[in-house]
């Protein structure tokens, strides 16, 4: 792949996302941005923080299928990666069925889409896929560069890997709470934990998959769910988790900071001292 990730980069919404934090991120030594949520297929955003950085990558994380034309999204990939070469990653995926009224058959969308990326000429190695299950895991493989878990855990990433095989890209998302007081950290985590995705059924499903059973994921998500999901503790408690992904497997670790809509700036900082 041409696109260099690095170990380590951060996840947030698009609109907590600006050229000027792009910018810090990038001093702090973090190889790749990921652009969260359903970014439009104009790209904008992502040309934004490209223009205003030197070499971080930017990713997105991701476009949703059912909302961003293919051939829209193809054009704005060549436009990006014509002005930014080797730097940017098309994150592509099909989102969740709860957020789309006419979701249906979900694996022959991706492949779908995926054809049609091809038609405009998005390179194999210039997209990525969000996967969780076996089946779309094994197409990442096929079809993209690799796969963008989120909401996962080590166990997750090592089973992925066992399937992927060793060539291919792995770069699972986590969420963080720079925060020593386990108490306080679960009530900062849980919330954007339980609503949306202990509600919607791929990610439940996937918890099923892991060994969880319904009793940790009802109800919000028991304080050990709660505590996989989001790591929490000081930079170099939640360092050793983000790094247990990459002796998983991942090739690529992007950290997520809790709350979304505090200042992410003293928890990338803190980490990057743990991390780098």
Known sequence: ????????????????????????????GYGAIWIGGSP?????????????TSTIAVATGIVNMWTADAKTVGASYHRITA???????????????????????????????????DEAGVPVEGRALAALGPKV??????????????????????????????????????????????ALAREIA??????????LRN??????RLGWDESEIADGGSDRLIDALGLHGDARTIARGLNAHLEAGADHVCLHN???????????????????
């Open 1 to 28: 792949m041409a696109v260099k990730l690095g170990k380590y980069g951060i996840w947030r919404g698009a609109a907590g996302l600006t050229p000027e934090l792009a910018a810090e991120v990038e001093k702090l």
């Open 40 to 52: 439009p297929a104009d790209l904008t955003l992502a040309e934004s923080l490209l223009d205003a």
């Open 83 to 117: 002005k930014h070469p080797d730097r940017f990653l098309l994150g592509v995926g099909v989102g969740h069925p709860e957020a789309t009224a006419e979701y249906q058959k979900p694996y022959d969308k991706i492949v779908s889409y995926l054809d049609e990326l």
């Open 137 to 182: 895991l094994e197409l990442s493989a096929e079809r993209t560069a690799g796969a963008h878990p989120y909401l996962t855990t080590p166990d997750h990433t090592r089973q992925a890997r066992e399937l992927l095989g060793p060539d291919v890209l792995l770069a699972p998302e986590h969420k963080v709470v720079l925060e020593t007081d386990a």
């Open 190 to 199: 849980r919330p954007p934990i339980n609503m949306p995705y202990l509600n």
């Open 203 to 208: 990610y439940v499903n996937n918890l099923r």
């Open 258 to 276: 809790l709350p979304d809509d505090a200042d992410p700036l003293p928890t990338y900082r803190a980490l990057a001292e743990a991390l780098f």
